[in-house]
């Protein structure tokens, strides 16, 4: 008979080990997880997960968390993503059906940045990246970057996003003006570095927190228009458990579930003045007694900021009526 030894327990050393982590970046099938005991390992996915998770290849996000299975052969198996608490989406570019991307999983704070040279300020993108971080419901700050490079001109863009209700922060990545306003911003939180290629992101990033050692564009490379120098998008943990998240500068910002009639809502300095329209259902166009289009002629709305608003609202309308039936909603997780 034998009674030597404990009794055979699901805690054998046989049995996987499971962790749960953060996803810092994905690939094709693989992605970097950095687990809740420091360690950052690389992940895959068993086949049959793809189709729990959702057959969509972007059923994963950097940022989620996830829990893993550390296999003794030395695999690491993701085998859950956890409840998100935000995701900031795009419509996946280029595909045939309405399919939503999440760029960012769980980030609290959109920092928004936008340079006014190599690339030339485009206030239309600013205002469509805002919208997506308001409708994701993130905190959004707008970074205002190179103003080594344009004179007192910033000045008027800032006082136009500070009179919206935003936080701006003019910064200079080269001469450091800024930064010290701009790590404090985004210390202590998980914040999401999003705008158009070359506007600065990675040197920003590189330039509050110099270890991180992001690549860059090369100065001598700048006249090569449209080149990415970030091409996925990457979480970076700092010691004090700050989590920035660096992103590629997206061309497509396609909207993912937003209506015509919320975008009012997602431009701060209207939402507060729409309970004033005298329609309830008001566009902010035509109608009479508009009290938006009142602030706008009072000066107290920028124009520039409704005419954004005119066009993504022209936007949404005419995607809504050349769109094939959507699919319904995708699968829960
Ligand atoms: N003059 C000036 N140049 C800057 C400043 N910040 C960044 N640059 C330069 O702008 C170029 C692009 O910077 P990146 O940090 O690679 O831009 P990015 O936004 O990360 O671009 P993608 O990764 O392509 O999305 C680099 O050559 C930087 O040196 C700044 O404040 N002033
Ligand atoms: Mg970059
Ligand atoms: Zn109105």
Redesign the pocket.
Known sequence: METDGPPMRSTDPGAPRKAEGLVLACYHDEWDVALDGGEEVRCSIRARQFVRLGKDEKLLAAGDRVRVAIIEDGARIIEERLPRETALSRLMPGSRRPIEQVIIANAEQLVA?A?FV?PPLNRRLLDRFLVIGEDAELSCVVVL?????VGDEWRRHARVYEDAGYKVVP????DGRGLPELAAIVRGRFSVFA?A????????LNAIEPDLGIR????SE?TRKG????SNVTVFRLDDGTLVA?T??FRELGFWRIEADELGWLFPEFRERIPGCRFPSCTHGPEPDCAVKAALEEGAIDGDRYESYLKLVDEVAVRKRSDAPDGGPLPPV
């Open positions: 940045v340079s190599e970057n190179k103003i080594d490079l910064t200079c990545a080269l705008g290629s070359g506007v600065g992101k990675s040197t920003l860059v564009r090369e100065v700048k080149k990415h120098t970030t660096d590629p500068g």
